[in-house]
């Protein structure tokens, strides 16, 4: 069982290159989240989605993009990168039948602007 | 919005000792869950431990155990007998359990850095 997969691992970009961030569960979850994670500030949601087709802002949004087309995949893309978006970024996904169970999360993916 | 504050940055307890993380948060809400988190430098996230807000028991789970105070809004973390595996960032998170969209979402603190000391 993958549970959460997140790719790449690390990636570096030039400020202005655009990318996406690739996040695939196989747990049949309807919940899924992208949060990025900057040091010293936990983590901050960027876009969820409660299933496939309908996605909404979390609450740091600009400079982002999400699509859900599928149950398994919600990938999340990056235009016109900027320095401000070097963060560590997770995936995560979790089942609303079972709220208490919390979250289960990729193992990230550390993106440095430059 | 619910709010959820970590207020010691970093702790360090020595190998065998016992130590408490505390986290309060902010909610007008009266059933919610309740997390805490592990990152390890791995950067894995590592659920340790779950509470109900309606349950009166404060939840347990081998060496951790919280101390869950509904109306001070209050949720540390203690662990017993700890362990060098046990250093890692802890991230205290609400979440919602009003059916609302968008409450399904979790709200973080924003760590508690622990130190095990040899």
């Known amino acids: 069982n993958a549970g959460v997969t997140q790719t790449p691992k690390f990636r570096i970009l030039k400020i202005g290159q655009s990318m996406t961030l690739q996040c695939t569960q196989d747990?049949?979850?309807?919940?899924m989240y992208w949060y990025r994670q900057d040091p010293g500030m936990g983590l901050k949601l960027i876009y969820y989605?409660?299933?496939?087709?309908?996605?909404d802002k979390g609450e740091v949004p600009n400079g982002y993009n999400v699509s859900r087309s599928t149950t398994e995949d919600f990938p999340l893309r990056l235009e016109l990168a900027a320095p401000s978006q070097t963060s560590v970024y997770f995936c995560?996904?979790?089942?609303?039948?079972?709220?208490?169970?919390?979250?289960?999360f990729g193992s990230g993916t550390r993106l440095t602007v430059v | 919005a619910q709010t959820v504050t970590q207020s010691q940055p970093e702790m360090s307890v020595q190998e065998a000792e016992t130590v408490t993380l505390s986290c309060t948060y902010d909610?007008?809400?009266?059933?919610?869950?309740l997390f805490w988190y592990k990152q390890p430098p791995s950067r894995q996230m590592i659920l340790v431990i779950r509470?109900?807000?309606?349950?009166?028991q404060n939840a347990t789970e081998n060496r951790f155990s919280v101390n869950f105070q509904k109306a001070a809004k209050s949720f540390s973390l203690k662990i017993s007998d700890s362990q060098l595996g046990d250093a890692a960032m802890y991230f205290c998170?609400?979440?919602?359990?009003?059916?609302?969209?968008?409450?399904?979402?979790?709200?973080f603190g924003t760590g508690t850095r622990l130190t095990i000391i040899p």
């Open positions: 995560a996904s979790s089942y609303s039948g079972r709220p208490n169970y919390g979250y289960t």
């Open positions: 747990m049949n979850h309807n919940y």
């Open positions: 989605s409660v299933g496939a087709g309908i996605t």
């Open positions: 909610t007008s809400e009266s059933d919610y869950y």
């Open positions: 509470q109900e807000a309606y349950k009166q």
């Open positions: 998170a609400y979440r919602s359990l009003l059916p609302t969209f968008g409450n399904e979402k979790l709200t």
